[in-house]
Each structure stands twice: as C-alpha cells, then as structure tokens.
C-alpha cells in the first residue's frame, strides 16, 4: 500500500492498522518513496541470541569493557 506523508500526518492510526494486519507502507513525499512501515518482528530472548554472551569465554581479553572503549576511540 502506498501513503502520503500527509497520510501519514492526518491518519497514523489508520496506516498503523494496516501495518498491524501484517502489510507494508510506503510513505511518499511529494511523489517520490521515502520510508517504509513494515511490520515490527520481536527479537526473541537475548540467550536465544548466537552472539550473546561472546566475551565470556574469550581467554584474551581480561577487561571487556577497556577493549571495547579502547576501540571506540580510534573512531573519532
């Protein structure tokens, strides 16, 4: 389905529905597509997550928290 943005403004509810019901919108502005509202899909539990808890059996590093911030630095 494809909405305006001044849909978007003046029926959020009626569009949020929609995407409810399991269908995409694409919102255009001035005739051009812009965003899409999908349905959101839960993540599930973070244990169920294959990167969850990643760090605690790395035998290299002692202090995640200093490894990470010492890697964040060289970004800036």
């Known amino acids: 389905m494809k909405a305006t943005a001044k849909d978007l ?3 959020s509810r009626e ?3 929609t995407v ?3 269908e995409e ?3 255009t502005f001035r005739g051009k597509p812009c965003a899409k ?3 959101y899909q ?5 244990k169920e997550d294959k990167l969850f808890g990643m760090w605690k059996e790395n035998d290299e590093i002692e202090n995640v928290e200093e490894y ?9």
């Not at 839960?42 to 973070?46: F, K, L, T, V, W």
């Not at 990470?68 to 800036?76: A, E």
């Open 9 to 11: 403004r003046f029926h």
């Open 15 to 17: 569009l949020l529905d």
């Open 20 to 22: 409810g019901r399991g």
């Open 25 to 27: 919108v694409i919102i």
């Open 37 to 39: 509202l999908v349905p």
């Open 42 to 46: 839960h993540a599930g539990n973070a």
């Open 68 to 76: 990470v911030r010492n890697i964040r630095k060289r970004r800036f």
